[in-house]
Structures are given as structure tokens and as C-alpha cells.
């Protein structure tokens, strides 16, 4: 905690400077604003409200020690609802109407490419503090977008190289359909494979985003017997897909692998059903 708190600061400060350095003389007592777009309600909302609060508690930190040359930070936070195109209108809220100095947050992986793609048109920096596909740094990055942490290249390639020193070698694939889902689910695939070259894909199911009942692609996954199961859901979804996997006695079938599943939320909404 207190090592990502530093790196926060250290991201607060540098994205400070860069705003100073491009603004005139006579706006140098403005404030900073920073555009915080994510899911604040919805599934997602478990994910989204303790890293809006982790922003706050780091911002009021660096404006009680005078901010960056007298010049405080302020947010401006607007709901997504967790889709790309209302992430897309806030960001061009924000930017023309609003007048934020940069634009930051997006949980789900779509949204932050949409608003990428925006940034970097009208040059304004955007800092992403969950999202994870790779894509977004990598083949859609570019020198306006940064994010503050892992993709889910580098998460995903380690889960599969972890699960091939495991005895499963036939897997099914529960993933949520959408950009982060099929991300994590292909790295996944990547990092296990090239561990455990004989492994098989017995099956996999792709939910849509934000469905409310599992229970179809629970049978399905049931039906075709796999060693062992890899779920690849984003914040939207996954709470409510462990509570019926719980119910549909998933977990006492099949080992089960979840990305993102040692996150510190998962035990205060989960509790047995972990």
C-alpha cells in the first residue's frame, strides 16, 4: 500500500509539472483538473469507488502540502455505467466544456481505448488506474496514455505460467465478452500453453457483458468435463458470476482459476462464496 501510495504521488507530481510547464504565466493559480471517468455505479462500483477514494486521500495528501506551486488539484468524476460511448461523451465533456487539464481513470478496457483514441487527438494526457488490456499501451498506445497498473499481458502470461505446473492439461475458458475478458483469457492461453505445450481447450463460453444469470454457461461447462477452469471476467461481472458459480457448486467439481481474484475487495462482497 504504502509503495503504490508513493507511486501515486509520484504520478501526481509529475503530471503536475507537465501542466504547469504548458500553461502561461497568468494561469498559473488555476487549479488542476483531472477528468475522472469510470464506472461508479453497477457491478463495477466495488472496483471503481475504493480507487476514486485511493485518488482522494493522495490529492488531499499533495494539496495540504501546498500542491504544485500553490496550484491544488481538483476532480471531476463522471459515470460511464461501464460502456465506451458514454466514456467517450464524458471525455469530450470534460475536455471542451470542462476544461480538465487531463483526463484519468476507466475500468473497463474499451472505454479506455475510446477515450484514448481521444486524448491523443486533442493532446491531453490520460492516466489509466485499472483497465487492463495490453492493447492500450501496446499496439493503441502512444505518448499521451500511461497507466498506473499491470496489463493483462504481463498478469495473464503469469497466470498461465503458473497453472502449467499444475496437473490440469484439459481446461475450459469462462470469459466475459468484451475487451478484457477476451485479453486476460488469450494471455492466459499464451502463458500456459507455451509452459505446457499438450494442453487442451476442451471448451470455453462467452457471456455477454453486464448478464445477470450464468447459469446456462455453468451447465455447459459442467457438461464438458474439463480438469480444470479458467475464468477471465472483469470487475462488471465477476462478483455476481462467483455467487452463482458458489450456488451451482462450481468450485467443489472443478479447481478453478480466477483472474483478479486475491484483489482485497473480493472477501467484503464474496465471504463464503470465495
Known amino acids: 500500500m504504502v509503495g503504490c501510495k508513493r507511486v501515486f504521488l509520484l504520478n501526481l507530481a509529475v503530471l503536475a509539472v507537465t501542466v504547469v ?17 469510470d464506472a461508479f455505479s453497477g457491478g463495477a462500483a ?22 504544485f506551486k500553490g496550484r491544488k488539484i481538483e476532480i471531476i468524476t463522471r459515470d460511464d455505467k461501464f460502456k465506451p460511448d458514454e466514456a467517450l461523451a464524458h471525455a469530450r465533456e470534460l475536455v471542451l466544456k470542462d476544461g480538465v487539464d487531463f483526463l484519468a481513470g476507466t475500468t473497463n478496457s474499451a472505454s479506455a481505448l475510446a477515450v484514448s483514441e481521444f486524448a491523443k487527438q486533442k493532446k491531453k494526457l ?48 469462462l470469459g466475459e465478452d468484451y475487451e478484457d475478458g477476451h485479453s486476460i483469457a488469450d494471455n492466459f492461453w499464451k502463458g500456459l500453453s507455451k509452459s505446457k505445450p499438450d494442453v487442451e481447450k476442451v471448451g470455453e463460453a462467452w457471456p455477454k457483458l453486464q448478464e445477470t444469470d450464468y447459469t446456462p454457461y455453468l451447465t455447459a461447462l459442467a457438461a464438458k468435463k474439463p480438469e480444470a477452469v479458467y475464468v477471465a471476467f472483469g470487475a462488471s ?19 478453478v482459476f480466477v483472474f483478479g481474484l486475491a484483489d482485497s475487495v473480493f472477501p467484503k462482497f464474496l465471504g463464503e462464496s470465495m
Request: charged share 20%.
Open 46 to 67: 466495488a472496483f471503481t469507488k475504493p480507487a476514486l477514494a485511493g485518488w482522494s486521500m493522495v490529492i488531499d495528501e499533495f494539496n495540504a502540502k501546498g500542491g
Open 21 to 37: 510547464l504548458a500553461l502561461p504565466a497568468w494561469a498559473a493559480e488555476k487549479p488542476i483538473k483531472i477528468g475522472m471517468i
Open 237 to 255: 461481472g465477476l462478483i455476481a458470476l462467483m455467487k452463482q458459480a458458489k450456488l451451482f457448486g462450481l468450485t467443489e467439481k472443478f479447481p
Open 126 to 173: 490520460f492516466l489509466i488506474h485499472i483497465a487492463r488490456s495490453e492493447r492500450i499501451t501496446n499496439d493503441k498506445g502512444h505518448e499521451y496514455v500511461f497507466r498506473g497498473c499491470p496489463n493483462a499481458e504481463l498478469e495473464g502470461m503469469a497466470g498461465g505460467a503458473y497453472a502449467a505446473t499444475q496437473p490440469y492439461k484439459k481446461w475450459f475458458i
